[in-house]
């Protein structure tokens, strides 16, 4: 297979962590360096992966010559930044969603991608969940034409912790973070960009800063609508619940999970290798490093979402 691919991972969280899971899986592939904001704890990650390298800024890391592609898991105000600067470094970069959390920055990644020719990639996992792959082969087949996607992103977040139940450094947002999965898909999914996009947004938080209910409405060229409902207020079943009605068929999909209109489950097993949407994403990210090619999920597809997103901020801040 020739020589491994060396990664740096930058944000040892939750989502770090998934990451530093999968890429135990991808054969050819070890991570050597990893950044964290808390240096104690990120030698404790460390320590956990076998991973002999930690650093508490990205600089230190991009300067190894020996880093060949950096996957970028920290707070989202610092995405833009910190790709711009992986590619300035040379370096092949990953960078979870989202991409930005302004269009400008965002369309400063994509140019600085294409002049660079290095792989750039976005993590919509979305598109590498098998259930909605599922679904996209079924599109691709000619067999299933959306007619409307109803989809609701419900969490409780009157807290700013993480995942892990550990107090979050910075503010998560649901129109640049977690609707950005939901146009990205239906545009994705439609084959189709938005043409039509409205928003409203519940009180803000007095604490927080954001609102923490919202309601989007999209319509694409070819006529397929998108309803998506999301709130931090939801004390309940959390998560995202994708439903695409379409001309034969329902299918409702969460995560890696898939059924019919009827809650009939559909076997989603054999879609691809595996059932992990990320593993499968960063199985993107590798393959199209050492093929020297555009992946799926890149910078330049994903930047139409966020196109969107600035709409609707601009439409909300009106």
């Known amino acids: 297979m020739g020589k491994p691919l060396n990664i740096a991972l930058a944000g040892a969280g939750a989502f770090g962590q998934k990451h530093l899971d999968a890429l135990k899986l991808i054969d050819g592939v070890q991570v050597i360096s990893v950044i964290g904001r808390e240096l104690d704890k990120t030698r404790e990650v460390a320590a956990k992966y076998g991973i002999g390298h930690v650093a508490t800024g990205l600089d230190e890391s991009l300067a190894r010559s020996d ?4 996957i970028l898991c920290t ?3 610092m995405h833009a930044a910190q790709a711009l600067a992986c590619l300035k470094a040379g370096k092949h970069v990953q960078v979870e969603i989202p991409l930005c959390d302004k269009l400008s920055d965002g369309q400063a990644v994509v140019a600085l991608q294409q002049k660079t020719g290095l792989v750039a990639m976005c993590g919509h996992t979305r598109r590498f969940n098998p259930s909605h792959q599922y679904v996209h082969k079924k599109i691709a087949a000619g067999e299933f034409n959306i007619q409307q996607m109803d989809v609701q992103t419900y969490f409780f977040r009157r807290t700013n912790m993480n995942a892990l139940g550990q107090p979050r450094s910075w503010t998560d947002h649901l129109l640049w973070h977690h609707a950005a999965h939901t ?3 239906f545009q994705y999914q439609t084959g189709s960009r938005v043409v039509k996009a409205n928003a409203v947004q519940g009180p803000i938080h007095p604490a927080l800063g954001i609102a923490m209910d919202m309601s989007i409405q999209l319509q694409a060229e070819n006529g397929a609508i998108c ?7 939801n004390d309940g079943p959390l998560g995202t619940f994708f439903r695409y009605i379409g001309d034969s068929a329902t299918y409702i999909a969460r995560y890696d999970d898939l059924v019919n209109g009827k809650d009939e489950k559909i076997d989603v097993s054999k879609v691809d290798v595996s059932m ?5 994403q960063d199985r993107e990210f590798v393959a199209a490093i050492r093929e020297g ?6 910078v330049r597809q994903v930047l139409p979402c966020y196109e ?11």
């Open 308 to 318: 969107v997103l600035d709409r609707l901020e601009k439409q909300l801040q009106g």
């Open 75 to 77: 707070p989202t105000q």
């Open 67 to 70: 880093v060949d592609a950096v």
């Open 276 to 280: 992990n949407g990320i593993e499968l």
């Open 227 to 233: 309803t998506l409902s999301l709130s931090f207020n």
């Open 293 to 298: 090619r555009e992946p799926n999920a890149s």
């Open 183 to 185: 146009v990205d898909l």
